[in-house]
């Protein structure tokens, strides 16, 4: 059995109800198929490189799992038929998983859909980004007087 982790984006206007439906499909659809769900971790609404239907924000969620192929490609056809999904992308971690021994492991760091739901604010984010585009101005312009050692005030 291989283990998985499946990114999905989903519209940044759903509800958490909704949300929470696709996770529950994803349980459901994974232990169905004889496979574990280990986690589905909220890694929060963040903007998108370029608009994807219309839309300029997603929710990204990802999905830890151990299952059988078919498990993969009944849920990637889930997803392609859902309208809330805008992308999701599915990568093996490991090739051959003991099921009980990565559940344990999981567990002993006290990772849950819960603990994981923290995200930063937008506000946060924009902060961030303007601070890094300032710092790389900065960088650039003391190179740009780094360059000039023979000019006088």
């Given at each position: 059995m ?27 659809l ?5 496979g ?20 300029i ?11 059988g ?42 990772e ?6 923290e995200?930063?604010p ?6 961030e ?15 740009d007087?780094a ?7």
């Open positions: 291989r283990e998985y982790e499946t990114v999905v984006i989903t519209k940044a206007d759903l509800p958490d109800s909704t949300l929470n439906q696709i996770t529950e499909k994803v349980k459901a994974v232990e169905k198929r004889a574990r769900f280990f986690y589905a971790r909220d890694m929060g609404r963040k903007q998108l490189a370029y608009p994807i239907k219309k839309q924000k997603g929710v990204y969620t990802c999905y830890d799992y151990a299952a192929g078919n498990a993969v490609s009944e849920m990637e056809r889930g997803f392609r038929l859902d309208d809330n999904v805008l992308r999701f992308l599915t990568v093996v971690k490991t090739e051959d998983v003991d099921v009980e021994a990565r559940a344990a492991e999981i567990m002993a760091r006290g849950d859909v819960s603990s994981q739901a995200a930063k937008e506000a946060e984010v924009k902060a980004v303007k601070t890094e585009a300032e710092a790389k101005t900065e960088k650039k312009n003391k190179g007087e360059e000039r050692p023979g000019e006088e005030e």
